[in-house]
């Protein structure tokens, strides 16, 4: 059954009137309707599929397989719809959209090209951010600007947008950016007027004024490639007011002219670099300080083992401190936090297996944790429990 194309020339909002011909039920709580005529440009050649709604029923995917174009929509909207007439609404925006992208990809591939010889091997119009593929391992800052502003150029000189249909045309006589499809009666050659010849199914504005803006945000290495990122038209408009936005609370945070936020960011992070440095000396220092009368205490009592809970320390501070400790002699301690409702034991003394002396009561009291000769770490679900393992220790209770 075919469906007569009629996306090409088709670009409003307004209701269009066409035939249910069929309804297919795919079994994945989907159903493919098929019409007798189709506003709808079906996903392919990079670019995603148009969307909007046939009598109501919200289009989820427009396929193309064959002469048949399939509609796919959810199986419950489906089963409220029968064969017959069908208005059907077209989302414009998103249309347009992709038109503009899709027309700013080939003139950025084709500029790249004519500006380093480098062809574009794949693209990608994705719903946010759109890439080429050019094939070459480097592509510099300078000739990313420079292709920019040709675009731009190529932009504001409003160029024709012209579509060939080859046959009845000669595809011999394009000088077309890349190799067309083979096995097809009919190429579409798309032409940008002085910038850009190459074969494609997808929409296009009908010159590169309606582009508007193209935004080149950056590249990376990709395959051997490089893969350049771009926005264009309104997608530019939205970058600019989403950065506008962030820019004016940086203003405000780092109390700065909005001009002036990234020197000012820059600032302020040397100045937290020092900070935390400086944080980083006191934290520890005040470690050498609690593990002081710790190690203290072991060297008067003469004990193999300190075990000691804490109320208002969390488990990095903790680990800090049984660090400093283990340093001053061949005592084990053994720290808790019964914040993080964790511990840790420390020894310098490398040949004691610690997972051994504290695996089996840890576990026997519903906790869990690993390690192994010189220190070992553990968490409980619940105070009591991490107590009741501190309490064992404390009476010797090791096994």
Not at 255 to 261: C, D, G, K, M, S
Not at 271 to 278: C, G, I, M, P, Q
Request: with cysteine; net charge negative.
């Amino acid at each position: 059954m075919r469906t007569e194309k009629l996306y090409y020339d088709y670009f409003s909002a307004n209701p269009y009137n066409a035939e249910i011909m069929e309804i297919r039920y795919t079994g994945e709580q989907k159903a493919a309707l098929v019409l007798d005529k189709s506003i709808f440009y079906p996903e392919g050649g990079g670019q995603s599929a148009d969307l909007g709604s046939i009598q109501g029923a919200a289009l989820l995917d427009v396929r193309e397989e064959g002469e048949e174009i399939f509609h796919i929509v959810s199986a419950e909207d489906a089963r409220r719809l029968k064969p017959g007439p069908a208005e059907c609404l077209l989302d414009l925006r998103r249309r347009r959209d992709y038109t503009v992208c899709h027309t700013a990809q080939h003139l950025l591939s084709g500029t790249i090209l004519r500006i380093t010889g480098k062809a574009t091997v794949s693209m990608r119009l994705g719903e946010q951010i759109c890439t080429i593929d050019v094939d070459s391992p480097v592509l510099s800052g300078e000739t990313l600007l420079a292709a920019e502003d040709a675009v731009m150029d190529a932009i504001e000189e409003n160029h024709s947008v012209i579509i060939h249909l080859c046959p009845p045309e000669d595809i011999s006589r394009f000088p077309l950016r890349k190799a067309p499809p083979k096995e097809e009666d009919a190429i579409r050659v798309v032409e940008i007027e002085g910038n850009d010849f190459s074969p494609c199914c997808g929409t296009h504005c009908t010159s590169t004024g309606q582009i508007g803006i193209l935004c080149i945000l950056g590249a990376e290495k990709y395959k051997g490639m490089t893969r350049v990122s771009f926005i264009a038209g309104r997608r530019c408009l939205e970058e600019s007011r989403l950065l506008r936005k962030n820019a004016l609370i940086a203003s405000r945070v780092f109390r700065a002219p909005i001009y002036e936020t990234g020197e000012a960011a820059l600032i302020q992070l040397e100045k937290s670099v020092r900070l935390e440095r400086r944080l980083g000396e006191l934290e520890e220092t005040i470690a050498e300080n609690e593990a002081i009368p710790l190690a203290a205490g072991a060297d008067r009592a003469g004990t193999a083992i300190i075990v000691k809970s804490y109320r208002d320390k969390g488990m990095e501070e903790l680990l800090r401190i049984g660090r400093a400790a283990q340093k001053k002699n061949e005592s084990l301690y053994v720290l808790a936090s019964e914040t993080d409702l964790k511990f840790a034991a420390f020894t310098r003394d490398k040949s004691r297996d610690l997972k051994a002396l504290f695996g089996k009561k840890m576990e026997s009291l519903g906790g869990r944790g690993g390690g192994g000769n010189g220190f070992f770490q553990g968490l409980f679900g619940n105070a009591g429990d991490l107590a009741a393992f501190m309490e064992s220790l404390q009476e010797g209770e090791t096994e």
